[in-house]
């Protein structure tokens, strides 16, 4: 099974509740064939099938329910022996906050699987913590608490056309501490410690996208020297994660509410690692909250 098959797949998995199913619609929209609820142990020969077929299908997106034991047990050895057959595998994660994945289990009224039951918490993190060896080795994990099918659309889209020739893709978060971490951060930066135009009347019903709140912000010794930092850094981490086999680094910039400093902050650090010729992709999470 050493050829190259020229097939390209894209397993979407994840949490119950996280957006699954959504997800499979937006892949479809974008000329995957899509295919749901295929048991794990038949992806070879799924494989072995289109090999055999005369179909002109290369991008092909399946829907994999992680739920059961088998899938957790035979995941990494099936999904070596897509990548030995030479199939180009990608694994999409989708997850979301406790409180989100209860408040869409009580509007749908379904129960959740894992919760056998009991309560829908102790399901939700019963689930969290048997799929924590799946996120581990997952291509991208996808936090949908705060997203729209829009949203969605817009990951999913950037994430499978990274150019080959730029094999690592930087997502650049903004978010706001009082809202809690994003999940699929990589990198977490606090800018906190920074000036906050909150307490700055004229400043306080803009973002960080206004220029004058963007200038209260990066106009300073302290945020200049912090940018130097932390542009040093990545100078220096980026191409270790490239060369780790990394492809997809998430770094989140976080303040207290995040509508002014870290929206600031991300913008400018976008011009920056853009100027270095980084491929980078923007979410402002809590901009409008």
Excluded at 126 to 136: C, D, F, I, M, N
Excluded at 139 to 163: G, K, N, Y
Aim: hydrophobic share 40%.
């Amino acid at each position: 099974m050493g050829t190259e098959s020229g097939l390209r797949a894209v397993v979407v998995t994840g949490l119950s509740g996280s957006g699954k199913s959504t997800a499979l619609h937006v892949l479809e929209d974008l000329g995957f064939y899509c295919i749901d609820n295929l048991p794990v142990a038949l992806l070879p020969r799924f494989v072995e099938l289109w090999q055999a077929s005369a179909e002109e299908v290369h991008r092909v997106a399946l829907g994999i329910d992680a739920r059961g034991r088998r899938f957790l047990h035979d995941f990494p050895k099936v999904f070596a022996e897509l990548r030995d057959a030479g199939v180009v595998l990608d694994v999409v994660y989708l997850e979301a906050s406790d409180d989100v994945l209860q408040r869409r289990f009580s509007e749908t009224r379904r129960p959740h699987p894992a919760a056998e039951g009991g309560a829908l918490l102790d399901g939700i993190r019963v689930e969290r913590e048997a799929l924590s060896g799946l996120r581990e080795v997952a291509t991208r994990i996808i936090d949908t608490s705060a997203f729209s099918v829009h949203d969605l659309r817009r990951a999913l889209r950037s994430f499978l056309e990274r150019p080959e020739a730029d094999p690592l893709t930087i997502s650049l978060v903004s978010f706001g501490y009082k809202h809690g971490l994003p999940t699929d951060a990589d990198l977490a930066i606090d800018c906190r410690f920074l000036p906050n135009p909150f307490f700055v009347e004229e400043l306080r019903a803009k973002t960080g996208l206004d220029p004058e709140v963007a200038r209260y912000v990066l106009e300073r010794d302290d945020t200049q020297e912090f940018l130097q930092r932390l542009c040093d850094l990545l100078v220096f981490t980026l191409p270790r994660y490239q060369r780790e086999g990394k492809s997809y680094l998430t770094i989140a910039v976080g303040c207290t509410g995040g509508r002014h400093r870290s929206v600031a902050l991300v913008e400018e650090l976008r011009r920056r690692l853009e100027s270095l010729g980084h491929r980078i992709l923007v979410r402002h999470r809590d901009q409008t909250r």
